[in-house]
């Protein structure tokens, strides 16, 4: 029998993916560009297809990286979720200062995902939330690193009756794909200004790797080095 070809839209679909994120991995000039994933690419013609087991197996491999019990109830209500966990530690911890400057974004679709300002931020319900809210709804899905998970609730284990609460919304809930730090994620990080903060560094590098589109921080080093993929907060 032979190999099955699936399209550009078709091989979105299966990963849960905007069609923008595949073209990101599959060009060599953008920074999302991934090339284990750009090799399975073919072109047919002026149409880019894929053979449907390669991707399978690939998005199999790739599975046993992701912390989810359940992707599909992810898939369905984590953005009913997040909305929900809005302000959840009102009251406990300060929402970060943000400069005077409005929230840039770029942000069109895929995957988002979040640094330490403004996930807490959304947790105190501060300035910045009504803004973060329009990404997340254009969003497919949120990344949140598993350096960035542990040291949230870390910090919660000081307010110990805010922690299973915490606790819940980052790991229960199925709100984030969870992206490990791994070799790939440690290589990307040796590119990048050793100036930029460890949590964001950390953040950033698993996120991307995890497939993010964008990555929202306030650390402005991050933001300010050209070519990255990240909108302010």
Request: proline share 6%; glycine share 6%; net charge positive.
């Amino acid at each position: 029998m032979p190999d099955r070809l699936i399209t550009l839209n078709e091989v979105a679909q299966l990963l849960r993916v905007s069609r923008h994120t595949v073209q990101a991995w599959i060009s060599p000039s953008s920074p999302n560009h991934r090339p284990e994933f750009a090799i399975m690419a073919r072109h047919a013609g002026r149409k880019t297809v894929f053979i449907a087991d390669e991707v399978t197996a690939w998005l199999n491999q790739r599975r046993g990286a992701v912390y989810s019990d359940n992707p599909a109830a992810r898939t369905t209500y984590w953005r009913e979720r997040f909305i929900g966990g809005r302000g959840l530690l009102r009251g406990v911890l300060k929402a970060p200062e943000r400069e005077s400057s409005p929230l840039r974004s770029g942000f069109a679709g895929g995957l988002l995902a979040l640094d330490a300002a403004p996930i807490l931020t959304w947790l105190a319900d501060g300035e910045g939330s009504a803004a973060l809210l329009i990404m997340v709804n254009r969003a497919e899905g949120l990344v949140l690193s598993v350096p960035l998970a542990l040291w949230l609730l870390r910090r919660a284990v000081r307010s110990p009756g805010h922690y299973s609460a915490l606790r819940d919304f980052v790991l229960a809930q199925n709100i984030f794909e969870l992206a490990p730090l791994n070799e790939e994620a440690l290589t990307r990080a040796e590119d990048l200004p050793a100036a930029i903060g460890e949590i964001s560094l950390q953040s950033y590098c698993c996120c991307l790797e995890a497939g993010a589109a964008t990555f929202v921080t306030a650390d402005r080093v991050l933001l300010k080095t050209p070519g990255l993929p990240v909108s302010s907060f």
